[in-house]
């Protein structure tokens, strides 16, 4: 079966902070990765997408960048942590090609002081 | 006009009770629709898939949907105080292909007392 890893499930960093969230997953190959950003009362944000190693495409500007340097891994960072970055962050991932369910990671809830 | 709109509530409710949960949308290209339950501070975890018009029924749980009325539901049958959750619905006008991406209502917010 398949699952979904996501670390840290917790982090608080200061603003102008360096930040890297991983996500990997087993069970399956050549999915599709996605990061959502989940803010109180603003529902799911999709941030970014891959459907293979090195590609990414990004949906919402911003000072946030992703990348998939393995099959099964997608990393979230940044280079200077703003306040508005809070939020609970969501890996997920979908069958490469076919159905879109996605299945979602535990999270990250990830405080900017 | 949002893509999909989903009453936030919350609603609280008696546990036993007849719970329904319901979304709009406006993109009448949708064809395939879900539901997910997220429990608080966790992922969502997929709850209900269904594929164009009709009734889906998965124990307690019923999806149903409506194309020509651009409606979806989710019936809770004999509601207990473990579904207590944020139900998020979720839709897409494509299977595979060129389109990866879900359309989520923000999420109603379920409460059942014992």
């Known amino acids: 079966s398949q699952t979904i890893h996501q670390w840290p499930a917790t982090l608080v960093q200061p603003v102008g902070s360096p930040l890297s969230l991983e996500c990997t997953v087993e069970?399956?190959?050549?999915?599709?990765l996605y990061w959502y950003r989940q803010a109180a009362g603003r529902g799911l944000q999709l941030l970014f997408y891959?459907?293979?190693?090195?590609?990414i495409s990004s949906e919402v500007p911003q000072n946030l960048s992703a990348s998939r340097p393995q099959d099964r891994q997608f990393i979230l960072s940044s280079k200077k942590l703003l306040l508005s970055d809070s939020g609970f962050y969501l890996c997920?991932?979908?069958?490469?090609?076919?159905?879109?369910?996605?299945?979602f990671g535990p999270g990250t809830r990830l405080t900017v002081l | 006009q949002k893509e999909v709109e989903q009453d936030p509530g919350p609603l609280s409710v008696p546990e036993g009770a007849i719970v329904s949960l319901n979304c709009t949308y406006s993109?009448?290209?949708?064809?395939?629709f879900m539901w997910y339950r997220q429990y608080s501070r966790k992922g969502p975890e997929l709850l209900m898939y269904?594929?164009?018009?009709g009734n889906k029924e998965d124990g307690r749980f019923t999806a149903q949907v409506d194309k020509s009325s651009k409606y979806i539901s989710l019936f809770i049958r004999d509601s207990q105080p473990s579904d207590s959750a944020t139900y998020l619905c979720?839709?897409?006008?494509?299977?595979?292909?060129?389109?990866?991406?879900?359309?989520f209502g923000k999420g109603t917010l379920l409460t059942v007392n014992p």
């Open positions: 997920a991932w979908s069958v490469g090609g076919g159905l879109d369910t996605q299945y």
């Open positions: 269904t594929y164009s018009s």
């Open positions: 993109n009448s290209a949708f064809q395939y």
């Open positions: 891959s459907v293979g190693i090195g590609q």
């Open positions: 069970g399956t190959s050549n999915p599709n």
């Open positions: 979720a839709m897409t006008h494509n299977s595979g292909g060129s389109n990866y991406k879900l359309t």
